[in-house]
Nanobody, 125 residues
Framework: QAQLVESGGGLVQAGGSLRLSCAAS????????MGWFRQVPGKEREFVAV????????SVADSLKGRFTISRDNAKNTVYLQMNSMKPKDTAVYYC??????????????????WGQGTQVTVSS
């Protein structure tokens, strides 16, 4: 049973940056593709980015390309989300998730097996 714990959320001004981390335990981290999603109250959880288990292939939501970057360190069992040029509309709870497969097939909530508890990100204008 994988356990995922996000950290790094908080309050940032518009135009600023944050880096989220997600530490995994209880499983072989390097076998899983890792994704980030976000959710605001009253809306569905939204895909942000995903990185493959093994070859570094990534996919980022079209609306976030150029500002958000996903990376991982398999030696540290950790996946990261670097968020730059942040906007108030980036305000959400951010979740990391683990799943099997290629990045092309991991764009939806149901594609993932394990989830973290989420970390709040608030961008002030």
């Amino acid at each position: 049973q994988a356990q995922l714990v996000e950290s790094g959320g908080g309050l940032v001004q518009a135009g600023g940056s944050l880096r989220l981390s997600c530490a995994a335990s209880g499983t072989t981290f390097s076998r899983y593709a890792m994704g980030w999603f976000r959710q605001v109250p009253g809306k569905e959880r939204e895909f942000v980015a995903v990185i493959a288990c093994c070859d570094g292939t990534t996919s980022v939501a079209d609306s976030l390309k150029g500002r958000f970057t996903i990376s991982r360190d398999n030696a540290k069992n950790t996946v990261y989300l670097q968020m730059n040029s942040m906007k108030p509309k980036d305000t959400a709870v951010y979740y990391c998730a683990a799943g099997y497969g290629t990045v092309q097939g991991l764009g939806y909530v149901d594609d993932y097996d394990y989830w973290g508890q989420g970390t709040q990100v608030t961008v002030s204008s």
